[in-house]
């Protein structure tokens, strides 16, 4: 079963190759990393070069952002399974992408996700711990997401579903997962292990502004679908996962 791991990424030089090395250290093999570039000028257009015969597929122009190209990256995958790996991610261990394929080894799940922990830049430290759960109808509207880059898939959904809405702007991932979970009925699992580590930073984390727009890009796509959705209900669960996460991260540095 071939999984297709698709890595967007821009003006990335100072990680991208930890990211790609990442991928390369799983203990499963048949793996297509899928790089898609946005055209970069900072030297991450060499290291790429430097493992393109370890890759799956190189695509090197401009994009009219980061959802066209990771739409580019699912129209060239041609693995069974599709996912993504942020240009600053790695994966937690060795064996997650093997836990992905046994996982989908059940013929009736078609998706599967699990939790992640941001880290500091270093990442030396983590900051907050996202401890998923399994889904249930109507759980977006609280506040609930997985964590999108544990969030895999099988192609044939995506062809029959659509992949990323580009005309949300930030959070386009959430929006995904929403329409595939709530209103495509798909079966997914949850692994309660941690799957991915992220460093703090990116686009939906980058500043307050972006949060905010990401949230309110949130709230819009859920009402479409539910326009009774209370703003101040969503809010608040929001702001006490966010916070249950940063404590979460603190006990896990603690028991370190």
């Given at each position: 079963m071939?999984?297709s791991?698709?890595t967007?990424?821009?003006?990335?030089?100072?990680?991208?190759?930890?990211t790609?090395k990442s991928v390369?250290?799983?203990?499963?093999?048949d793996?297509e990393?899928i790089?898609?570039?946005?055209g970069?000028?900072?030297?991450?257009?060499e290291?790429?070069?430097?493992y393109?015969?370890?890759?799956?597929?190189?695509?090197?122009?401009p994009?009219?952002g980061?959802?066209?190209a990771?739409n580019?990256?699912?129209?060239?995958?041609?693995?069974?399974?599709?996912?993504?790996?942020?240009?600053?991610?790695?994966?937690a261990?060795?064996?997650?992408?093997?836990?992905?394929?046994?996982t989908?080894?059940?013929e009736?799940m078609?998706?599967?996700?699990?939790d992640?922990v941001?880290?500091?830049?270093d990442?030396?430290?983590?900051?907050?711990?996202?401890?998923?759960?399994?889904?249930?109808?109507?759980?977006?509207?609280?506040?609930?997401?997985?964590?999108?880059?544990?969030?895999?898939?099988?192609?044939?959904?995506?062809?029959?579903?659509?992949g990323?809405d580009?005309?949300v702007?930030?959070?386009?991932?959430?929006?995904?997962?929403?329409?595939?979970?709530?209103?495509?009925?798909?079966?997914a699992?949850?692994?309660?292990?941690?799957?991915?580590?992220?460093?703090?930073g990116?686009?939906?984390n980058?500043?307050?502004?972006?949060?905010?727009?990401?949230?309110?890009?949130?709230?819009?796509?859920?009402r479409?679908?539910?326009?009774?959705?209370?703003?101040?209900?969503?809010?608040?669960?929001?702001?006490i996962n966010?916070v249950?996460?940063y404590?979460s991260?603190?006990?896990?540095?603690y028991?370190?």
């Open positions: 071939k999984v791991v698709i967007v990424v821009y003006n990335n030089v100072e990680t991208i190759e930890d790609i390369a250290s799983q203990d499963y093999t793996i990393h790089v898609i570039d946005g970069s000028s900072d030297g991450t257009l290291i790429i070069e430097k393109r015969g370890k890759l799956g597929g190189v695509v090197t122009e994009a009219e980061i959802y066209h990771m580019k990256g699912l129209a060239l995958a041609t693995g069974e399974i599709t996912g993504f790996m942020n240009s600053d991610d790695l994966y261990d060795s064996s997650v992408v093997r836990q992905v394929v046994d989908f080894q059940d009736t078609d998706a599967c996700y699990a992640l941001y880290v500091s830049k990442n030396e430290k983590v900051i907050r711990y996202w401890k998923s759960a399994p889904f249930e109808k109507g759980s977006f509207t609280f506040g609930w997401c997985p964590p999108h880059p544990t969030f895999y898939v099988r192609k044939s959904l995506v062809e029959r579903l659509g990323f580009q005309s702007k930030i959070a386009a991932g959430v929006e995904l997962m929403m329409r595939y979970l709530e209103r495509g009925g798909i079966r699992r949850h692994i309660p292990r941690v799957w991915v580590t992220m460093r703090m990116g686009k939906t980058q500043s307050l502004m972006n949060t905010f727009q990401q949230n309110m890009e949130v709230l819009s796509a859920l479409s679908n539910n326009p009774h959705v209370s703003t101040f209900s969503f809010v608040a669960r929001k702001v966010r249950g996460q404590v991260g603190f006990l896990r540095n028991q370190r």
